[in-house]
Every structure is written in C-alpha cells, then in structure tokens.
C-alpha cells in the first residue's frame, strides 16, 4: 500500500472537523479515555513546540454535486480530541495550573498554537474492512493483548496507577507472588486492581467491573489515601501471621481470597483478631487443604468444606461464584468459627 505524508497545521485540522470533512471517530476506533493528567501533558507537548506522532487519515466519500471530498480519521482521535477540547474551552478538559487556557494565551501563542504542523500519513482510498485492519496493526503488538493490557492502552488515570504502586509493594516480591513474565503482561496490575475493586464493591466474574471503575476513577480516586493505609495494614498484618513460604496461601487465587478477607476482618467488621492466633488457623487451613486434596483421607465432618474451597480455588477461580465460596471459608477460618474436625490429626 502507497502513503503519503504531508503537514497540516491544528488550525487546518481543527477547521476540518467543524466541517466535517474530516471524521475523528469512525466506530472501530477505541473510546476517547484519556485522563486529565495525559491530557495535559499532550498540550503542554503542544504549547512547547515538541512533535508528536503522525496520525492516519484515510480517504472518505465524494460528494459528486458538490465536489467536496470527505476524510476518516484512521489513528489520532485522542490526539485531535484533546486539541478541540482546549481551543474550544470543552468542560471535560480540566487545565492544570501549569496550563493556560487557549483565552489566556498571548496572540502570538495562539497564532504558535493553531500554525503547529502535525504529521499525517495520507492512506488513500480503502473500504471500511482495510480501516479497522490498519488501525488494529497500528495498535498491536506481537502477542495478543490480554484484558489489563488492553485497558492500560485505554486508561491512564488514578486508580490504574494506583493499582500498579501496590502491585509493585514489597509484599509481593518478598513473597514470590508474580514471576518476571506475568510483570511484564500486567498479570500483577490486573490481580491487584481486581482485590481493590472486590473491597470497594463485592466479589464480582472476571474483569467484568474493571471499564467501569477504570472510567469512574479515570480522572480523581478520592479513596487512594485511605485505601493506601488500609493495605498497609492489610499487608503487615499477613506478614505478621508468619505462613510458611511453600504454603498455597501464596498462589494467586489463594492470595487474592487472602486479601480480601483480611481487609474485611480488620476494616468492615467489629471482631479483633491477633495475626499470630489467625496465622495458626491458617496454616492448619490451607495444609489440610492440601491433604484432602492429595488423598483420600477422610478429615470429618469439615471434608466436605475442604474440598469446596480446594476446587473452588482449582477452577473458575476467577467466577464470582467461586470467590464468593473461597470468601466465606476463609472468613470463617479468619475469625476462628471454622471448625476443625478432631480426626485431622
């Protein structure tokens, strides 16, 4: 495929739209999410004069009355979205006070402003199919894009960073919990913003709540300071149980039940537990676990909840059914009403 590139300046740009004779959001393209934080940044990018990437235009409909053609917007739109929002004064573009508004701009700042030249790569004619597919390249990478990478390229706000500063906590590496490659996916950020939104809601399927909150919290996430406090806690307090390093407290679905009840137990509910007596139901919990799991011993009365959590943690250890039944359990183990059969011994 031949491409052209050319120059256009905001101004052009801008004027076309108004227009529309140029469209900033056929349907394939992705919701504009930008937060106000990348917002900013890309207009103080702007303001100074710095480059930033081309954008893809593809050729549109002719109107063959009129003469006057008509262009798509291939790749670009959170690009030339924001440039509207701020010459524009948009209420969804809040400034920082770093940034002037485009009124407060001198003349010649606005003149600077609208003359900035912006890279387009002209695609010429193609059919809707070849968009989408060239925007889908443009926007990959050379694996398959797993739900946390798809929305850290959608969502760069608040509670996505905050989720990414407790995954990188030293609870997790002290612990062994994620390996170099699930880092690299984004596995960590994922389970991480899984436990937050399970403790500010409830036990929820999949990823299934994450577009919401991830848009909801895009811009301000006002529970940052407390939640930050509350983990902390969290997090020393499970230290403080002293589980033993080979224990499946540590694999993930164990770990993400683990969290979450103990943050229930110290911040929604009235009951005082100590780390070393809960650390010590635990301990007994999660090795018996293990045995029922490995033979056929029959441990009483409480073989039958043994086996519930161990298969509710073995499959579909992410369907809220699931979660909810691993809660429970370790909720009871948690607050000492679990009870273990005499016969375990």
Known sequence: MKTTVTNRTIRELLTAIRNETLYPRPEFQRNLVWS??????????????????????????????????????????????????????????????????????????????????????????????????????????????????????????????????LASHSFFENHFVFNTKEIQRMSDIRFML????????????????????????NDEFIEKRKLETEFEEVFRFIDDCGIHENCRAWKKSDLFTLLVEVHNALFETEKRIKAAEVGERLQRFYDLVDRSARTDEDFGTENDRLQEYYKAALQGTNSRTNRIRRGKIIQEVINGDFEFDKKEN
């Open 194 to 217: 899984s436990v937050i939104i399970t403790v500010m809601s409830n036990y929820f399927s999949l990823d299934e709540k994450f577009e919401d909150y991830l848009r909801k919290y």
């Open 36 to 165: 106000n934080k990348h917002k900013n940044a890309f207009i103080r990018t702007v303001l100074d004069g710095y480059p930033f990437p081309e954008i893809y235009v593809a050729a549109g409909e002719v109107d063959p009355v009129t003469a006057e053609a008509k262009e798509m917007l291939v790749d670009g739109q959170q690009r030339l979205t924001t440039l509207q929002q701020y010459f524009y004064a948009s209420p969804d573009l809040k400034l920082s006070g770093e940034i002037p508004s485009y009124s407060d701009l001198t003349h010649k700042q606005k003149l600077s402003f609208l003359e900035y030249e912006v890279v387009v790569r002209y695609l010429g004619k193609m059919d809707h199919d070849n968009m989408v597919d060239i925007f889908e390249r443009i926007n990959s990478v050379n694996y398959a894009l797993n739900t946390m990478e798809i929305h850290n390229a959608r969502f760069d706000g608040e509670i996505k960073q905050f989720a990414e500063e």
